[in-house]
């Protein structure tokens, strides 16, 4: 079994930053891409951001591109998404999730999934 819990989330004014980060455990996850996404009610989940097993391969969805940044550590089993220069419209419940293939995580979503972490960026 598998179980990403997700950390950080929080109240930040515009033009401010979060640093959120998702540990995994249970089976390991190492050679899996890892990515975090966020929804906000009555909307489709979107992609955030991406990281490739080896952490040399990374995605951005354009909105957050040249803002946030994803790593990950694997021998501490953890991914991380910095993210900075923070608009209100950046408000959401974040989700990091994990499949093997980053294209297919991009795309299609994750495999497992957290629980989730309320990121709120007030005007």
């Known amino acids: 079994q598998v179980q990403l819990v997700e950390s950080g989330g929080g109240l930040v004014q515009a033009g401010g930053s979060l640093r959120l980060s998702c540990a995994a455990s249970g089976r390991t996850l190492t050679y899996y891409a890892m990515g975090w996404f966020r929804q906000v009610p009555g909307k489709a989940q979107q992609f955030v951001a991406g990281i490739n097993w080896s952490g040399d391969t990374t995605s951005y969805a354009d909105s957050v591109k040249g803002r946030f940044t994803i790593s990950r550590d694997n021998a501490k089993k953890t991914v991380s998404l910095q993210m900075n220069s923070l608009k209100p419209e950046d408000t959401a419940v974040y989700y990091c999730?994990?499949?093997?293939?980053?294209?297919?995580?991009?795309?299609?979503?994750?495999?497992?999934w957290g629980q989730g972490t309320q990121v709120t960026v007030s005007s």
């Open positions: 999730g994990a499949r093997a293939r980053l294209t297919e995580l991009r795309n299609i979503g994750g495999d497992y």
